[in-house]
């Protein structure tokens, strides 16, 4: 069977990054590919930009809470009614604009390796120099090839895959691409991330509290993540969840408390920090960042733990009081 591929799309508020985005799929897919645009209650003229584009537009019910998982299984939903003969699906989030060559090598690599479900590359940000923001996402897409345990909001995926084990998990705020793949390779599929450019994405940061706020929706992920899977075969996100607390709660409690009677002995403690800050300069080091990078990297990764920990935080809250959790953003909108 030949591989055809349908395109779904979801955003919301993304304004001239999305038309890019579309524009940049007409110029890399075959003509007559479904494009399916789900619009997750915009008020900057996303839909009609959408439609003037030529995507079919789903506009998400607002009485329902919202998420990119809601989102990519309505797009999906439609897809399969406008596109049944699409068995491939690229899932694409509105920020981002597709490469050439992407979908060629992905789709060969797929009819060439029947065992695999989903296929990736290489994403990178638009303007990877802007400010440090854009600097730590660059570097963050830069995760190994080969064989993965996941994907991120930009993929490939077999239909009959992403259909046989009922799509994303559409109660999910974060986490959801990482979640729908510990079901998939559970089913007995692989993931693959090939060494190619995938898609320019616009991280669009430039203030503290939008990497904040970016970074605790992470510790979200990992709370619901190890909550669906953690004790499960994979382990999912338990560790990352567990180190969490370990550095932000458990390592300065036994430094701080017995610091009186110990004459501050116990202190001492805290150079544990070092560790994980070393780790993370050499790994971006290996990885070709240059020394700054490499130091902005490791300091935001021990300072990003402490917005995990309130991430995580929010997840109990929120399951504590049975309330429906709302989707985290940290962009400015429009």
Not at 14 to 30: A, T
Not at 118 to 137: F, I, K, M, S, W
Not at 271 to 300: D, I, K, M, Q
Request: net charge positive; aromatic share 8%.
């Amino acid at each position: 069977m030949a591989e055809t591929v349908g395109v779904v799309v979801i955003g919301r508020n993304e304004g001239e990054r999305l038309r890019h985005c579309l524009v940049s799929l007409h110029d890399n897919i075959p003509p007559g590919s479904g494009i399916i645009y789900v619009d997750s209650g915009s008020t900057d003229g996303s839909v009609a930009s959408a439609q003037e584009l030529g995507a079919h537009v789903v506009e998400l019910d607002m009485s329902v809470p919202f998420t990119a998982a809601r989102a990519r299984n309505e797009g999906a939903t439609l897809l399969a009614k406008i596109a049944p003969q699409a068995n491939l699906i690229l899932f694409l989030d509105g920020d981002c604009r597709l490469c050439p060559g992407f979908l060629p090598a992905a789709t060969a690599f797929l009819a060439a390796n029947p065992g695999y479900a989903v296929v990736c590359g290489r994403r990178r940000e638009l303007h990877p120099t802007r400010n440090a923001y854009h600097r730590l996402a660059e570097m963050e897409w830069n995760t190994p090839i080969g064989d993965a345990p996941a994907c991120g909001g930009d993929a490939l995926l077999r239909r009959d895959a992403f259909e046989s084990v009922g799509g994303f998990d559409a109660r999910l705020i974060a986490g959801e691409e990482p979640e729908l793949c510990v079901r998939l390779r559970s089913a007995g599929h692989k993931i693959r991330r090939i060494d190619t450019d995938m898609t320019l994405h616009d991280v669009d940061m430039s203030r503290f509290s939008q990497w904040w706020r970016r970074a605790m929706r992470g510790g979200y992920a990992y709370a619901v993540g190890a909550s669906l899977h953690g004790r499960g075969p994979t382990g999912h996100w338990k560790r990352e969840a567990t180190r969490t607390w370990c550095w932000v709660i458990v390592i300065p409690t036994l430094a701080v408390s017995p610091a009186w009677s110990t004459g501050g002995w116990s202190l001492l403690l805290l150079a544990c920090y070092l560790w994980p800050l070393s780790r993370a300069f050499r790994h971006r080091r290996v990885n070709g960042a240059t020394r700054y990078e490499s130091w902005l990297y490791a300091v935001a990764c021990l300072v990003a733990k402490f917005a995990e920990l309130a991430g995580q935080l929010r997840f109990l809250i929120v399951r504590l009081m049975g309330r429906k959790e709302r989707i985290i953003e940290y962009k400015v909108m429009g």
